[in-house]
């Protein structure tokens, strides 16, 4: 087998396959052996200046000869013997092989172009059938005995507003929504950024319509559609990839369900009685519990019966090759040596005496304080084709709450943003974390009072694209409810998060302390790489 680093070629062209290259007391390590660690490496990790090759070398040697001690120490042995282990890597395999079988079936699968232009088709009416709606709003609220009056004084404004008089100036007098000083006007929300209720009336609108009352929780509605804008088309050639992808997919997992539905019919096996041979593993009814949770439903269990029936389908079909093999047992070896090297760190960590960490907190204890703390209430407008319109709405709106109108019910009406059925609720969330909603939101509510509103924060596209919650671009408003300073904490109050900072700053030098010692301890010695003479004998 040649080796797959020039440094090597040398030793492996002249040597004998079963030339020791180092010791330990689990036993000798031959080149054959470390060319097959080698091999396991990822392809860029083989590139190596001959200038550094022989130290490479060596701590590559080092890294298989840890693999090797570990795998074969008394805590892993048992670690991979029990039944917990077992039924996992039983898990690992069955998962593998049944995939083998779905993907097999996916290659299989052929699509009509047909089918694919057809769904084209109805995924760009899809697309242009989802406009972006402007409209007036007039919210009468109401609860309890007074719901009636109150409806009473809806009906009438929508028999005035039918018969011609100006909807801006009923919502103006009328309306308790936090928008009535814009007339109600709400510009660019897509319908499913839109409640039911709301989106129900707003599609039986044509434009210029008034809408019936609507009734919700809050109270009384009213709607005047004023136009649909219908949203840019996406690119064909994007819709038909999609389609395609979309059709494969469904294919694919129809194909694998029916063919699960005939093997549940024809396989005798059921692992309420007779176990189940899946090559080297028998799977009984034990093997199924470790491998589910205690309160496992029925479609878990059946998810993972079929997983079972799939593998046994990749081995009549020869999927369970030595390549299979090989990729489950290193994935399962990694697993294991991380573990195992987790374990043996965290002892060490939990070893460090507090008078080796007390200096590190008392160089910099402004480092172990609490970060301030923040709980606000966000609501986020869309700038809609008008940015200067909105935000002169806007500001109106920021008055009306400074004057007491509810924030709550602002962002009912009007917000796109986050926890919208809450009233924006955010929090409370730490420093960092309201940053990662928009540099600019958080030093607005940095800036704020408790209690305070902000003036309209105009977030751009840019910005936004970093936050998923906010797709378009416009207007963000914060109340701010409440502000924890940062506090500096004691060492003791600090203990643990000094010490997991200590030693991660040191984990390099622990992480070479802690090989070198299992090294030691196991008697490992290299046969030094450079002098070839004795490898060539």
């Keep these: 087998m040649a080796l797959v680093v020039t440094a090597l070629s040398a030793v492996a062209a002249c040597s004998p396959s079963d030339k020791v290259i180092a010791r330990s007391d689990f036993g000798p390590i031959t080149l054959e ?19 550094n090759a022989d130290a490479w070398i060596e701590s590559q ?12 120490s008394e805590q892993l042995a048992t670690q991979k013997a029990s039944p917990e282990h077992q039924a ?3 898990f690992e395999r069955v998962t593998l092989l049944g995939s083998l079988v779905a993907q097999d079936i996916s290659q299989e699968v052929t699509i009509d172009d047909a089918k694919v232009q057809a769904l084209v088709e109805e995924m760009n009416e899809a697309n242009l059938g989802q406009p972006l709606l402007d409209f007036q709003h007039i919210h009468l609220p109401a609860t309890g005995d007074d719901a009636q009056p109150v409806r009473n004084t809806a009906e009438e404004l929508v028999r005035r507003a039918a018969e011609g008089e100006d909807f801006a100036a009923l919502a103006r007098r009328y ?24 989106r129900v009336a707003l599609t039986a609108l044509e434009e210029g319509q008034i809408s019936p009352v609507v009734e919700t929780r809050t109270g ?19 819709l038909e990839i999609s389609a395609r992808q979309r059709l494969q997919w469904e294919a694919a997992n129809n194909a694998v369900n029916d063919l699960l539905n005939e093997l549940r019919l024809n396989s005798p096996l059921s692992v309420d009685n007779t176990p189940w041979q899946i090559g080297e593993w028998t799977v009984d009814q034990a093997t199924i519990d470790r491998i589910l949770t205690p309160n496992a439903t029925t479609e878990q269990r059946d998810r993972l019966l079929g997983t079972f029936l799939l593998a046994l389908e990749a081995q009549n079909r020869g999927m369970e090759t030595p390549q299979v093999e090989k990729a489950l047992m290193q994935q399962t070896d990694a697993r294991l040596l991380q573990e195992e090297l987790n374990r043996r760190r965290l002892a060490a960590d939990a070893a ?16 172990f304080a609490t970060d301030t703390s923040y709980e606000i209430n966000l609501a986020f407008v869309p700038q809609g084709s008008d940015s200067y319109t909105t935000q002169q709405s806007l500001l109106e709106t920021v008055k009306q709450l400074r004057a007491g109108a509810s924030f709550e019910q602002f962002v009912s009406d009007q917000s796109v ?36 509103i902000s003036e309209p924060i105009y977030l751009t596209d840019k910005i936004l694209s970093q936050d998923p919650m906010l797709l378009r671009g416009g207007f963000a408003i914060i109340r701010l409810n409440q502000r924890q300073a940062a506090q500096t904490q004691s060492f003791e109050q600090a203990r643990e998060a000094v010490r997991r900072a200590y030693a991660e700053q040191h984990r390099q030098r622990l992480d070479t302390e802690l090989v070198n010692r299992i090294l030691d301890d196991n008697g490992f010695e290299i046969v030094r790489l450079p002098d070839l003479e004795e490898l060539r004998q």
Excluded at 352 to 367: K, M
């Design 33 to 51: 052996h470390f060319d097959d660690f080698l091999l396991t490496l990822p392809p860029a990790a083989r590139n190596v200046p001959a200038a």
């Design 61 to 72: 040697l080092r890294n298989f000869a840890m693999r090797q001690i570990l795998l074969q």
């Design 88 to 90: 996992r890597e039983l």
């Design 175 to 198: 309306s308790q929504s936090a928008n009535a000083s814009s007339g109600g006007l709400v510009q660019q929300v897509g319908l499913s950024d839109l409640d039911e209720p709301y």
């Design 220 to 238: 009384f509605h009213l709607f005047r559609l004023i136009r649909r804008l219908q949203p840019e088309p996406t690119p064909h050639d994007q």
């Design 352 to 367: 460090i005496p507090d008078d080796a960490v007390r200096p590190f907190y008392d160089a910099q204890p402004s480092l």
């Design 417 to 452: 943003g986050p926890n919208r059925d809450n009233g924006g609720l955010i929090g409370p969330v730490q420093a960092g974390d309201l940053n990662r909603l928009g540099t600019l939101i958080w030093h607005a509510a940095s800036a704020l009072d408790e209690g305070a």
